[in-house]
């Protein structure tokens, strides 16, 4: 049984910092290209950042220089530094495993609330 565990949302006031955590289970993490999606109500779920089984990362535009995607594939944990917190950076967030090729496989967290407000 696959499940991806997020943690570290809450609530921050404009300009401070968290880190998200994923932890997985059940599935072959090393291989897995994993990503940080986000989703507020209303709104079709983004993607936030991606990094590959070899850790070649990707970024949305407005989250560049702000968040740092990152693995530890010991621990099996995808992590989402977040910095110079905004506003807008209010969304549940969700933690995303996929791989294309066998053995194939699409999993997401149930998500972290993520509330930037002073």
């Known amino acids: 049984q696959v499940q991806l565990v997020e943690s570290g949302g809450g609530l921050v006031q404009p300009g401070g910092s968290l880190r998200l955590s994923c932890a997985a289970s059940?599935?072959?993490?090393?291989?897995?290209?994993m990503g940080w999606y986000r989703q507020v109500p209303g709104k079709q779920r983004e993607l936030v950042a991606a990094?590959?089984?070899?850790?070649?990362?990707n970024y949305a535009d407005s989250v560049k220089g702000r968040f740092i995607i990152s693995r530890d594939n010991a621990k099996k944990t995808v992590y989402l530094q977040i910095d110079s917190l905004k506003p807008e950076d209010t969304a549940v967030y969700y933690c995303?495993?996929?791989?294309?090729?066998?053995?194939?496989?699409?999993?997401w967290g149930q998500g972290t609330q993520v509330t930037v407000s002073s």
């Open positions: 990094i590959t089984g070899g850790g070649n990362t």
């Open positions: 059940g599935i072959i993490f090393s291989i897995y290209d």
């Open positions: 995303n495993a996929r791989r294309g090729s066998w053995p194939r496989g699409d999993y």
